[in-house]
């Protein structure tokens, strides 16, 4: 149980270190670069023993590790920047409830059956983004940018659909924790080459602070992989009952500390999207075990 009490408060400190970016004039871009060689470094440090050299023999995984790392730093990038703007509350539903599309995507490549319950979970998922994207508003008083929170639901669904058909069919021997390391270091690699190219052209420049950021974000980004990975082997419970828990819980944090710590907006049509969320989570649960 102690990896997964871990694993959720990480994830839901991602969120409270995004929100606190923008009090502390934190450049985004920049911190999350340093984020990912943060997390790789971390992933490598842990995980390099089990580097087999034939996994150079068989690349398939290597485009989809270039795929994963264009996705992690472009949502990552959209997740810091909606956390700001939307709220952390909206901005983790988002995330959390692209579990729908990653459904779908099984459903489809994998010809799983799909039930009443399972309709309802994904409907319910659909109704708690809607209203919670809808009730948003920037720190302006303006509108929340609710673009940003679709495209958070629909690429985090492409991007968990992505890293489960490659787990199931293109590692070969790579293990999925090196495979993760890899993806996040390219992610940084990237990251890098964009944010060198503005600096070049006189755009932006680096400081010490978003570098002090970026490392204290990668921490518990990795983190929040290593130990979900952690508790699928030490609770002895179904992967789909420690994903949905994990779900549960990280929504139900960030919008405790949203409300609370932040004082974001609760209002009706908000409290209703978190509750149609949660309970898109538990139908969609409950369909798995039946």
């Known amino acids: 149980m102690i990896p997964l009490i871990l694993s959720i408060a990480s994830s839901t400190v991602i969120f409270v270190i995004f929100?606190?970016?923008?009090?502390?004039?934190?450049?985004?871009?920049?911190?999350?670069?340093?984020?990912?060689?943060?997390?790789?470094?971390?992933?490598?440090?842990?995980?390099?023993?089990?580097?087999?050299?034939?996994?150079?023999?068989?690349?398939?995984?290597?485009?989809?590790?270039?795929?994963?790392?264009?996705?992690?730093?472009?949502?990552?990038?959209?997740?810091?920047?909606?956390?700001?703007?939307?709220?952390?509350?909206?901005?983790?539903?988002?995330?959390?409830?692209?579990?729908?599309?990653?459904?779908l995507f099984m459903v489809y490549m994998y010809s799983?059956?799909?039930?009443?319950?399972?309709?309802?979970?994904?409907?319910l998922a659909f109704i708690g983004v809607f209203l919670v994207s809808t009730s948003s508003k920037a720190s302006n008083g303006k509108k929340g940018a609710a673009w940003m929170l679709l495209l958070l639901f629909l690429g985090s669904g492409i991007l968990d659909s992505t890293l489960n058909y490659v787990l199931k069919h293109e590692l070969g021997v790579?293990?999925?924790?090196?495979?993760?390391?890899?993806?996040?270091?390219?992610?940084?690699?990237?990251?890098?080459?964009?944010?060198?190219?503005?600096?070049?052209?006189g755009n932006e420049q680096i400081k010490i602070r978003n570098v002090f950021a970026g490392v204290i974000l990668g921490i518990p980004n990795y983190f929040s992989i290593y130990l979900l990975l952690l508790s699928y082997?030490?609770?002895?419970?179904?992967?789909?009952?420690?994903?949905?828990?994990?779900?549960v819980s990280v929504v139900l944090g960030s919008a405790i500390?949203?409300?609370?710590?932040?004082?974001?907006?609760?209002?009706?049509?908000?409290?209703?999207?978190?509750?149609?969320?949660?309970l898109a989570i538990a139908t969609l649960y409950i369909a798995s075990t039946i």
């Not at 890098?192 to 052209?201: A, C, D, H, K, S």
């Not at 082997?233 to 779900?247: E, M, P, R, Y």
């Not at 500390?257 to 949660?278: H, R, V, W």
């Open 257 to 278: 500390i949203g409300f609370i710590a932040f004082k974001e907006d609760s209002n009706t049509k908000k409290i209703i999207g978190l509750i149609s969320a949660i």
């Open 174 to 201: 790579l293990t999925s924790s090196l495979f993760s390391a890899i993806g996040l270091g390219l992610a940084g690699v990237l990251g890098f080459l964009i944010l060198m190219i503005r600096v070049i052209q």
């Open 19 to 103: 929100k606190l970016f923008k009090k502390y004039s934190i450049d985004t871009f920049q911190a999350i670069v340093i984020n990912y060689f943060t997390a790789a470094i971390l992933g490598f440090s842990l995980y390099g023993h089990q580097w087999d050299n034939a996994a150079l023999e068989d690349v398939r995984w290597m485009k989809f590790a270039v795929l994963a790392a264009l996705l992690f730093i472009g949502l990552f990038f959209i997740m810091g920047k909606s956390s700001q703007l939307n709220g952390v509350a909206s901005t983790s539903v988002a995330v959390k409830m692209s579990m729908a599309v990653s459904l």
């Open 112 to 123: 799983e059956e799909v039930g009443f319950l399972k309709i309802t979970g994904i409907m």
């Open 233 to 247: 082997k030490s609770t002895g419970w179904q992967d789909s009952t420690v994903l949905a828990i994990t779900n």
